[in-house]
């Protein structure tokens, strides 16, 4: 488990960016897969996500994820619900204590969220769609409905597909100058041409910090070169591998 300075000198909540290490997968989802979408033993995903749970000192019952679908959908979380029966969303908030929120990536962007003053906390995933679709943004304003506000909140951006192994083509970065003027600074030249290499962390960390949140921060890991911590999409595909393992992102209010 990997916290962030900004978030852990926060009393009163508990946050972990997860590694695929401490779980109980095996093979090429080894070991602490949460992807309930995956194609993994069922029996094995519930009890990583208990582990999880467990390093937050939260309920393995009240340990909530969503349906994610690279939407900019959130859902506000006032009750827990059973593993894999949740709503369709890519962010949750809540400012129930002790129902931990927990989102999962492999290469895309984990966003978790505190606003310490409201005691309002979030978890976002942002990908490239969701980011671009302002699932950040929607985020910040499903807290501010509890009563948070930007200018108090801290988000911190943990393990995410680095730049310099997110290359794509022509026809993505189309895509984000017609709906993002100013977008080009995220992109730069690739070895091949037509191509460009996006930083997909600076460019959710901007769209934070233009929204007007206090603390924007960035643990600067990245999921495609480090093999033996994380998992990730694009690694397993550049491999021709059959499925790939998720890792979870997760933040709770203690109980008063």
């Known amino acids: 488990m990997i916290e962030a300075p900004d978030l852990a ?35 094995a995903v519930l009890e990583n996500r208990r582990r999880i749970a467990g390093k937050l000192s ?7 994820s969503p349906h994610q679908f690279h939407s900019a959908e959130v859902t506000i979380a006032d009750d827990a619900w059973a593993p ?16 931990a929120l927990g989102i999962s990536t492999a290469d895309c962007g984990p ?3 505190c606003d310490p003053e409201a005691r309002v906390i979030g978890a976002a995933h942002a990908g ?17 409905s509890l009563g948070a506000r930007n200018d108090r909140v801290t988000a911190v ?43 997909l962390p600076a460019y959710i960390v901007g769209r934070l910090r233009t929204a007007g949140v206090k603390k924007a921060g960035n643990l600067d890991l990245c999921t495609y070169g480090d093999e033996e ?21 997760a933040i709770v209010l203690k109980d008063d």
């Open 9 to 43: 000198a926060i009393p009163g909540i508990a946050h972990g960016y997860f590694t695929r290490q401490g779980g109980i997968s095996q093979g090429i989802y080894g070991s602490l897969n949460i992807g309930l979408g995956s194609d993994d033993d069922r029996a």
């Open 58 to 64: 939260a309920s393995p019952e009240r340990l909530v």
């Open 84 to 99: 894999g029966s949740g709503p369709k969303a890519d962010a949750l908030v809540t400012a129930k204590p002790g129902l």
């Open 111 to 113: 966003v978790l969220f």
């Open 128 to 144: 490239w769609r969701g980011a671009l679709h302002g699932v950040l943004e929607a985020t910040l304003a499903a807290m501010e």
């Open 157 to 199: 951006l943990g393990p995410t597909i680095s730049a310099s192994a997110y290359e794509v083509g022509g026809e993505f970065v189309d895509r984000f100058l017609s709906q993002d003027q100013g977008s080009d600074r995220y992109f730069s030249p690739s070895e091949r041409t037509g191509h460009a290499m996006f930083d």
């Open 229 to 249: 911590r994380f998992f990730s999409y694009r690694r397993a595909t550049h491999r021709g591998e059959a499925d790939y393992g998720r890792l979870m992102s």
